[in-house]
């Protein structure tokens, strides 16, 4: 069975960070393990507080995944400060970690932000240059490429960009009113759209948590780039479309929407 590591942040409420990628990669056929950044205190409705975990003991953590069941594919997300990227790139180059894929979270769905000020240039000096692919979506994009993303044309100067940059295949995440969902891949000079449509949910905690958990895990089990792009969007696309709905904010995907079999049976009504 291939492996996949979350590197990341936990989510109390399940719809986003460690908890959205190990049902993410479970749900994508492959064996899901995590090291964890920080504890957040969060729901459907925002962000109350963060607790980084400390440097040495994120190390550990990848130590001991890394020393005895090797991932095949590395998903880094959530990481607010300096020490921490600082920590996890050094183990990353020293374990030649393969299928690095960095979602680049800066700001929450709830507008939370997650990555310190100064944290940012340790980011893109030490970590973004590992990947083999980054997944921002249109803010962070504009952050890391520097430009203004007002239409699908400025989608494309930016992805081309961040490419060149850090030497890295880039998925630049539609939607934020530039397009109807549409991704852009750009690797190795060639640009390759990925369309979708727009469903109506409003509940997308952990969307990009979840696209780019599927990426990884797809990865892992062998497939291209844009074969683990496209299947990556389907399956959040499924998970959208299946309408969960829980709590009083932006609520999770329904991540187990696939999920079938004896121990995913509900009980049955009771006997009146």
Known sequence: ??????????????????????KTMTMNGVYAMSAITALTAQNTTGVSAILDV???FLQQQIDAVFTDIPPDAVKIG?????????TIARCLRTYQAANIVVDPVMVATSGARLLDEDAVETLTQTLLPLADLLTPNLPEAEVLSGCSIQTEADMVTAARRISQTYHCAVLCKGGHSVNDA?????????????RGRRIAN??????????????????AKGFSLPQAVQRAKDYVSQALAAMLDLGQGSGPLHHGFALSGTWAQEAPPPVR
Do not use: R
């Not at 979350?6 to 399940?14: E, L, N, P, Q």
């Not at 409003?202 to 990865?219: K, P």
């Open 1 to 22: 069975m291939k492996t996949a590591l979350s590197i990341a942040g936990s989510d109390s409420s399940g719809g986003a960070g460690i908890q959205a990628d190990l």
């Open 54 to 56: 400390t440097p040495h």
């Open 182 to 194: 549409n991704d852009l891949l750009y690797a190795d000079g060639t640009l390759q759209w990925f």
């Open 202 to 219: 409003s509940n997308t905690h952990g969307t990009g948590c979840t696209l780019s958990s599927a990426i990884a895990a797809n990865l």
């Open 78 to 86: 959530m990481v607010s400060s300096a020490p921490l990227i600082q």
